[in-house]
């Protein structure tokens, strides 16, 4: 395992009486790629900027490697960030842009031309030197920005929503070249984004941020599967949340009364006891439709089809079943007829998640 | 609309076409054969060129310090910047006389020197504490518009403290400190009052132009002159309005990211304040030096304080109720023709659109000495003779006026979307029911500002209204300019300091009633 590269400890910030950042701490391994993921105002790009030496640390602490960087300023840090609207200097060319930072640190011409030419290399942006950033279109500018800050072999690279200025197909192509280049340079790279989607897709890692605080980190798989509260969940992806009681808990599996039915559910480590109040998470393309009932099956729900809508790639459907509604989708929907009126939903005991109601 | 065309016609464009059609082709051709003219030019382009500068350092310096630094009391700095820009603009001269003058309060009273202030230096100094607040403003608008982030990223890439400035922050305010230099070269050219009180025998265009008139009666002169005085000054405008304007690099970016001024070097630091702080005495001295002058008996010799001025402009002073009148009765009429000529051009199709758009704006581009000029060969003979009447005072004031409330209501109607109209018209209402109903309401702000400035403008103004003054229509600020001559300070320091708290409390109470809405200085 890589060691740890960047590390937060207990940091915390605010903005007159608003707590932007409440004790946060996380460890960012070298050469991986981590996601500040939530909505806006979670504290995300505070910090973000924290780290790029923008904000003070009021409080905790705050390494790269064995040194602490609280009052270390922000150019000696070496954490180089590529801003949303990407911050080109419009008074200078692509060329000027890009090694602005070298020739403030005094680089020489040679080391200077060096760089630049393996950037641009990297970046396919050779064509584009003489242009002013003006006449580059949204994903040009955006690679420019971070050519610009690769540059400088940052030891850190910052992203603030470097995609979000794109349009959809520009900002998924994009996406991949991103996450290929960060695994190519292997540069320990922080990225911000209230775009969940992006998160998953890209990272190594995923801190899912909410009021200031680091609400969930883990893997975009463990995230996306076993979100551990409410607000994950629903943040991440489409989630049908389905509040219960627990009947019956044996190691490995609990029964859970949901008002209208009981779901058995399989899960590895500790399980709460008969009793407890619970908020099960299936995500939509996990439960089956089903043509009839098979014998001895379980975890079955009769449902009502509501509305549905076809998105190319799956149906979706919005059946209403145990008393609430909940979002089925099916995929490779071209062999199947559409589900009106009446069906019958099965829901996998191994895909139901269990969140403790807090 | 015809009204509004017949009146652009008549009282913008027809005075200045007189004053080129006044005098001979001769007058104009024997220009560089006149010695006394020659002076007065080069001294003019020489006063611009040294007031320009220095306003615009003092201006870029307040306006950086007020949004880069963290100078203690900038907002008291900031304050105290704007103050000027809404007083006589003589004031400045009238006042620096009086403290640094030959029996100045500080220079002799206080110091013991015997300085003559009058000349060029004595200008100097007063032009650019009097015209450095719009620099300010001006670049104040500029910095802040510059995104947030260029100078983050800039911080971020590895530059600080002055590397930052040179290589970021200047380079991007440029284009708005050559529009800034700009704006301020206008006012300073155009400048009347000053020079009037404080050059002495240092004549420039605009005060050479006044002496033709008054010593020699010689209208003929004065018209060339401020012709000459027109040339620069216009060119100076369309420059700053149609080049300057479209370099700006002016970022729009979705979110604005909070600002966190960095610590300044401790030395950036004091030098700033150092600086910040003389400029904001030599601006208190202006307003000291008035407040005293009006309580004191003989400025200069006899320092025992007396009521009397204050008395006599309170009791009979037909010029303070003639000014306060006029400017009323201006202010109003000037802020109902302009945004209602903006409305037109803004929403209707007529033949002469261009030309009611052309002589709104145009004002704007005239010193006040030209449009006075133009004023008095037009309408003080036949067929328009309104010699020594309220009348010509108050129309003068009304079209000198007109550019600003026309631009801000230009702005305006381009903010408020047709679609508004065109949904109530398509719901049934008339065209005049949607104007009242629907876009007058909208309109209130820029009204109300467009009435301010014309008022305070009109009570102010010195240039524009000094070839119209007589006994019978006289003026405020004609009169103490006449004081100020006749070494009566006391009562011209009443009377400016009357001018002031009338201009003052409009602006105050317009803001209380209106608030934030009103826009009073648009560049």
């Not at chain 1, 439960?287 to 809508?309: F, H, K, P």
């Not at chain 2, 008095?376 to 600003?404: C, E, H, K, Q, V």
């Amino acid at each position: 395992m890589e060691p740890v590269h960047l590390r937060i400890i207990d940091v915390s910030k605010s903005f007159g009486k608003v707590k932007a950042l409440k004790n946060v701490s996380l460890d960012i391994l070298k050469g991986s790629f981590t996601t500040f993921l939530g909505p806006s105002g979670c504290g995300k790009t505070t910090l973000l900027r924290t780290i790029a030496g923008f904000y003070d640390v009021e409080k905790g602490e705050i390494f790269i490697g064995d040194q602490l960087i609280n009052d270390v300023p922000s150019h000696l840090r070496n954490a180089i960030m590529v801003f949303q609207d990407y911050a080109l200097f419009p008074h200078m060319n692509i060329r000027e842009n890009i090694i602005y930072g070298l020739k403030i640190k005094k680089f020489s011409e040679e080391k200077i031309e060096r760089r630049l030419a393996k950037t641009v290399q990297y970046l396919g942006v050779k064509e584009l030197l003489n242009r002013s950033p003006s006449q580059l279109s949204g994903g040009q500018q955006q690679r420019i920005a971070l050519a610009r800050a690769l540059v400088m072999e940052p030891e850190v690279l910052l992203l603030d929503e470097p995609l979000s200025n794109l349009d959809a197909r520009l900002r998924i192509n994009i996406r991949a070249e991103l996450r290929q280049l960060q695994k190519r340079l292997g540069i320990t790279t922080i990225y911000v984004t209230h775009d969940q989607a992006e998160a998953l897709a890209l990272s190594d890692q995923v801190a899912v941020m909410n009021e200031g605080e680091i609400v969930q980190c883990g893997s975009p798989w463990e995230i996306y599967f076993r979100p551990r509260s409410a607000f994950v969940a629903s943040f991440v992806g489409t989630a049908n949340l389905l509040e219960g009681k627990v009947v019956e808990s044996i190691p490995g599996s609990v029964l859970v009364d949901v008002g209208q039915g009981y779901l058995r559910l399989e899960e590895k480590g500790d399980l709460p006891p008969a009793g407890a109040k619970v908020i099960l998470c299936i995500r939509p393309e996990t439960i089956e439709i089903l043509d009839q009932t098979l014998e001895g099956t379980s975890n079955i729900l009769r449902g009502r089809v509501r509305n549905y809508i076809f998105e190319g790639s799956h149906f979706r459907y919005w059946v209403e079943a145990a008393g609430r509604e909940l979002v089925v989708d099916v995929f490779d929907p071209a062999e199947k007829e559409i589900r009106e009126d009446s069906i019958l939903l099965r829901l996998p005991p191994n895909k139901i998640h269990i969140i403790p109601e807090a | 609309m015809v009204v509004i065309i017949a009146s652009l016609a008549l009282f913008v464009l027809y005075p200045i076409l007189r004053v080129f059609t006044f005098p001979n082709l001769q007058d104009f051709l024997e220009i560089p054969f006149n010695a006394r003219y020659l002076k007065a030019i080069l001294n003019s382009l020489f006063m611009t060129a040294l007031s320009t500068t220095t306003a615009t350092l003092f201006g870029f310096l307040f306006a950086y310090t007020v949004t880069r630094t963290d100078v203690p009391f900038k907002k008291a700095f900031r304050f105290l910047s704007i103050l000027p820009l809404f007083s006589p603009p003589f004031m400045v001269a009238f006042s620096y006389m009086m403290m640094f003058g030959k029996n100045g309060l500080i220079t002799y009273q206080l110091l013991g020197l015997r300085v003559n202030i009058f000349g060029w230096h004595g200008l100097w100094l007063s032009e650019t504490i009097a015209f450095f607040p719009i620099a300010a403003l001006v670049m104040e608008g500029v910095l802040q518009s510059i995104a947030p982030s260029l100078e983050y990223a800039g911080r971020n890439l590895g530059a600080t403290g002055f590397q930052l400035f040179r290589t970021i922050t200047l380079p991007l305010a440029r284009p708005g400190v050559a529009g800034a230099a700009l704006l301020v070269s206008i006012q300073v050219l155009a400048d009347f009052g000053n020079p009037i009180m404080i050059a002495g025998d240092f004549s420039v265009l605009a005060t050479e132009a006044w002496l033709r008139v008054e010593g020699w009666g010689d209208v003929r002169g004065a018209a060339v002159l401020s012709s000459f005085l027109l040339l620069p000054s216009f060119l100076l405008f369309i420059v700053q309005r149609y080049w300057v304007r479209q370099r700006s690099y002016i970022t729009v970016t979705g979110k604005i990211a909070l600002v966190d001024i960095q610590k300044t070097g401790w030395y950036v630091r004091w030098l700033l304040f150092t600086f910040c702080t003389f400029v904001s005495v030599m601006i208190l001295l202006i307003y000291v030096a008035l407040l005293m002058g009006s309580f004191v008996k003989g400025w200069g010799f006899d320092w025992t304080p007396t009521l009397r001025y204050v008395k006599e402009i309170l009791s009979r002073s037909p010029e303070l109720v003639n000014s306060l009148s006029f400017a009323l009765i201006a202010g109003l009429v000037s802020a109902v023709f302009s945004i209602t000529s903006a409305y037109l051009v803004s929403r209707k199709q007529f033949l002469f659109r261009q030309f009611v758009d052309f002589t709104n704006i145009l004002p704007a581009a005239l010193p006040g000495i030209f449009f006075g000029i133009g004023y008095s060969i037009a309408f003080t003979r036949a067929p328009f003779d309104l010699y020594g009447t309220s009348a010509i005072i108050i129309l003068s004031m009304i079209f000198w006026n007109i550019s600003m409330g026309y631009q801000t209501g230009i702005g305006t109607f381009s903010q408020i979307s047709p679609s508004f109209s065109e949904a109530a018209s398509n719901l049934g209402a008339g065209s005049m029911k949607i104007f009242w109903e629907i876009e007058a309401p909208l309109v209130r702000g820029p009204f109300f500002s467009a009435f301010v400035v014309s008022f305070i403008r009109a009570v102010t103004t010195l240039s524009v209204i000094v070839f119209l003054s007589t006994s019978s229509n006289v003026v405020a600020t004609f009169s103490i300019m006449n004081l100020v001559s006749d070494g009566f300070y006391g009562k011209a320091a009443a009377l400016t300091s009357a001018l002031l708290v009338v201009s003052l409390s409009v602006l105050g109470l317009a803001k209380l009633a209106i608030g934030k809405r009103m826009e009073l200085f648009k560049v």
